[in-house]
């Protein structure tokens, strides 16, 4: 059985063998078993468990990143020597390099983060039997016609993560997931919706009838739909969907499109959500899936405010963004085995207001609620938006039917400083953002 931390205190030293003169390394480690069914039997398990290592070096200001499978000595001899090869061919980078010793995160707890089920993972049996009751609970919904897929599984994710500036350190989650996707409707005019959970503790998923009956519900509401007339109209963004326009907020205040000037934000301090609204992120929230105790460099995760009352605090960083800007890592590194770090979000929560989704729709009187979302341009130094929609036709605050083959198009800059949030965030998601009512969007339908 691979040991971590030993792998990856290994790569280090063979770093430093083949001429390095800093690195880090990260090992990472997998497991997991899928049950599917169809037609009330089993239709395939699948087990799996892997292995991979990434190497980061240094030469001089030059760095390079190999990964690998293989995990005998000689093998993690020549990711050494090629990763230095390469990083002595590499252009230079006087912006990259490894945290210093006083940036790192010390007194690290992984306790109050509850990564790991402490019950035993469900055997194939017990999966398979989820994935039935599942399915069942799905076809038992009027207007399902066939069930395309009911899995349930589990798993278990460890990562190490190790650096010649005297860091090393590691954690585990596990992961138990039940998903349904559903059919209804018949011969040309077949409509699909599905529900898919995953959670870290297996008391926190939904049980499976559950999530096959909302798939179901969900797959029938879709039956003949029309197409919305063109025009603007005010957009409710279903919870489903609603941390899309979180995400892209997100992702023009990334590091990497601020430091490159290709970011539609303004600046630091400008105003890019309604003044009642925080943005925070929550890197070590309990029970989470995305949850770290410290990011890709080392460096303590800690809760922000991304955004407060509607303004922009702070950039996401990771140490050689920070550098370009000026600025101090924010502890939002990530990164794979083959690639060096980037900046990233883990947990999010948007505020959230007092009324439901219904209040909303009888706010918003006639207009477009949005539950699925396909394609995707944005202009990304203008915030210009435009994506395929489906969803359901509001009329006098009521819906009135299922609509698709739409687009909705608009300014993030103008969305995002109209929200006006609903109360039904998923305590779960990573990304806890309620439904989401929004002005100054144009829907082209017929």
């Not at 061919?89 to 690290?108: K, N, S």
């Not at 650096?163 to 209804?184: D, E, L, M, Q, V």
Request: proline content about 5%.
């Amino acid at each position: 059985m691979v040991n971590l931390a030993d792998l990856a205190e290994q790569l280090l030293d063979e770093a430093n063998r083949a001429g390095a003169d800093a690195a880090d390394s990260i090992a990472v480690k997998d497991h997991s078993l899928q049950v599917d069914v169809l037609n009330g039997a089993l239709e395939q398990g699948e087990r799996s468990e892997g292995a991979d290592a990434g190497l980061r070096v240094f030469v001089g200001n030059r760095q390079a990143c190999v990964s690998g499978t293989d995990m005998r000595k000689s093998a993690l001899a020549e990711m050494a020597m090629r990763a230095v090869a390469m990083a002595k061919e590499a252009p230079e980078d006087r912006y990259a390099g490894l945290a210093d010793a006083d940036q790192l995160a010390v007194q690290i707890s992984l306790a109050p983060l509850e990564m790991q089920d402490p019950t035993s993972a469900p055997s194939p049996t017990e999966c398979e039997r989820m994935a039935l009751e599942t399915e069942t609970a799905a076809l038992a919904v009027q207007g399902v016609s066939k069930v395309d897929t009911a899995a349930a599984g589990c798993g278990e994710y460890a990562v190490h993560l190790a650096a010649t500036n005297g860091f090393s350190n590691g954690y585990r989650r596990t992961y138990r997931f039940i998903a349904c996707s559903a059919i209804a409707g018949d011969s040309l005019k077949m409509e699909s919706d599905y529900r898919s959970e995953m959670r870290v503790f297996a008391s926190d998923l939904p049980s499976p009838s559950e999530i096959g009956t909302t798939a179901g519900e969900r797959a029938v509401s879709r039956v003949r739909p029309s197409r919305p007339r063109t025009g603007a109209f005010p957009v409710i963004f279903d919870e489903r969907v609603a941390a899309s326009l979180v995400g892209h907020l997100l992702s023009a205040a990334n590091g990497t499109a601020v430091a490159r000037g290709s970011s539609w934000l303004e600046s630091l301090g400008s105003k890019v959500l309604p003044e009642c609204i925080d943005l925070v992120e929550e890197p070590q929230r309990p029970r989470s899936m995305v949850s770290r105790p410290f990011d890709a460099e080392g460096l303590p995760s800690v809760k922000r405010s991304i955004v407060s009352q509607g303004n922009l605090k702070t950039w996401i960083l990771d140490l050689a963004t920070a550098r370009k800007l000026e600025m101090e890592s924010t502890g939002n590194a990530s990164r794979s085995t083959s690639a060096p770090p980037s900046p990233s979000v883990s947990n999010v929560s948007l505020t959230q207001g007092d009324r439901s989704k219904i209040d909303l729709m009888r706010e918003m009187g006639t207009g477009l609620l949005v539950d699925s979302l396909i394609g995707l341009t944005i202009n990304p130094t203008t915030g210009d938006y435009s994506r395929g929609a489906s969803g359901f036709w509001v009329e006098g605050g009521e819906i009135v039917g299922p609509v698709s083959e739409l687009t909705i198009a608009g300014n993030l800059k103008q969305i995002l400083k109209s929200i006006v949030p609903a109360n039904d965030a998923r305590p779960f998601a990573n990304f806890r953002v309620p439904s989401l009512l929004a002005e100054g969007l144009v829907i082209a339908g017929e």
